[in-house]
């Protein structure tokens, strides 16, 4: 079989294990070619390709990025786009195409497969958001990144007396900031699940440092909200610029350094911030997310040979299976309400009795 391959979206460590892995068993077991798209969809709208062989994918599972390079295009905002995706695969031969990406990469390799284009899915993103799947690769490398960050400030915290604040990624999902935060024994896990009152976070950091501790340590997802006086289940999330990219996405950031000013404010402690940002996403993959990345590229290329169209490679248990793409990309796949209670369970706790206090 002639199989096409892209990745797109944001770029996340893994996306080359799962390019080799597919090459490797396409090559090695169903003596298929391999046509390259580059920069995500505008390679089909554009015309960009790169051969893809055994010796282009040698040396590249321990490589971050992705040698097919990304893009945020999407052909739903291109006239035509996606009748000229359709066509493109039809020009290049190509018998099934793979699309490595996470909800809006996925969401157009599902309108494709609507007209009848043979796709299947791998689910890619640090943000692990994806439905479907239990784990996105290239999210273990982000926490990871994330949590060897944390234990670093944590020292420098420690030393100064401070309030540190780090701010990591993650869109409208927890994930990254959970994660990290437990393991990275943060005092204050905000994430976007649940909107957060600053003047409970700031008194939970005043008791904290009653008890005789003299540092503490804030991890904040980039989507986290402050609760309005309104309503306190809303509110809405800090943006660096009003513009959005072509799946609608606002450019989130910003939201630790307002946090550490009102912490500050509220506390009297000196309170400082760290922006992780794209870091996350660069270099080497985990070990985790390597071996991951290469069992998603199996079980995608087999996906292809049993005609398993429409559907994403996804992880259950430990067990690699086919879903739909439609159900993977139906609904954002936030924090579990049992995660929630581990990073909220305090304030929470404040909250209660400072309203039994009023009462
Ligand atoms: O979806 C992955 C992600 O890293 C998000 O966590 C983040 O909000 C966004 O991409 C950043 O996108 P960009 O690379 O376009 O700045």
């Not at 460590?13 to 799962?18: C, D, E, I, R």
């Not at 991890?219 to 943006?239: N, R």
Request: with cysteine; aromatic share 6%; glycine share 12%.
């Amino acid at each position: 079989m002639r199989v096409g391959m892209l990745t797109g979206g944001g770029d996340c460590p893994g996306l080359n294990a799962v390019i080799r892995a597919i090459v490797r068993k396409g090559s090695f077991h169903y003596e298929d070619e391999f046509t390259g798209f580059l920069e995500g969809w505008r390679g089909l709208l554009d015309d960009l390709t790169m051969p893809l062989d055994l010796s282009s994918v040698g040396g590249i599972l321990p490589r971050g990025g992705t040698i097919l390079r990304t893009s945020r295009t999407n052909p739903s905002k291109h006239a035509e786009g996606i009748q000229k995706c359709a066509e493109a695969l039809t020009r290049y031969k190509i018998d099934a195409l793979i699309a490595i990406g996470g909800d809006d990469t996925l969401s157009v390799a599902q309108k494709l497969h609507e007209r009848g284009v043979k796709v299947v899915g791998v689910p890619k993103t640090i943000d692990n958001d994806l439905a479907g799947t239990d784990y996105t690769f290239g999210f273990d490398t982000a926490v990871n990144v994330a949590t060897s960050a944390i234990d670093r400030v944590h020292t420098t915290a420690e030393a100064h007396n401070r309030v540190m604040v780090v701010e990591v990624m993650g869109r409208d999902a927890g994930w990254i900031a959970m994660y990290s935060g437990i393991a990275g024994g943060a005092d204050v896990i905000l994430i976007p699940e649940r909107p957060f009152d600053i003047d409970k976070v700031a008194e939970l950091i005043r008791l904290r440092h009653s008890r005789g501790r003299y540092f503490s340590i804030v991890v904040v997802a980039e989507g986290a909200k402050f609760a309005s006086d309104v309503d306190p289940q809303h509110g809405a999330p800090i943006v660096q610029d009003l513009g959005k990219d072509e799946f609608g996405h606002v450019r989130l950031g910003g939201v630790g350094n307002i946090l550490a000013r009102e912490i500050e404010k509220r506390t009297g402690f000196e309170t400082r911030t760290v922006v992780l940002g794209h870091i996350q996403r660069g270099g080497t993959p985990s070990a985790f997310d390597r071996v991951l990345a290469t069992r998603y590229g199996i079980g995608a290329i087999d996906m292809v040979h049993r005609g398993e169209f429409g559907c994403m490679a996804a992880l259950r248990g430990n067990k690699i299976v086919s879903v739909p793409l439609a159900d993977a990309i139906a609904k954002n796949r936030t924090v579990d309400q049992d995660m929630i209670d581990v990073a909220y369970g305090i304030l929470d706790k404040l909250g209660q009795d400072r309203d039994a206090a009023r009462r």
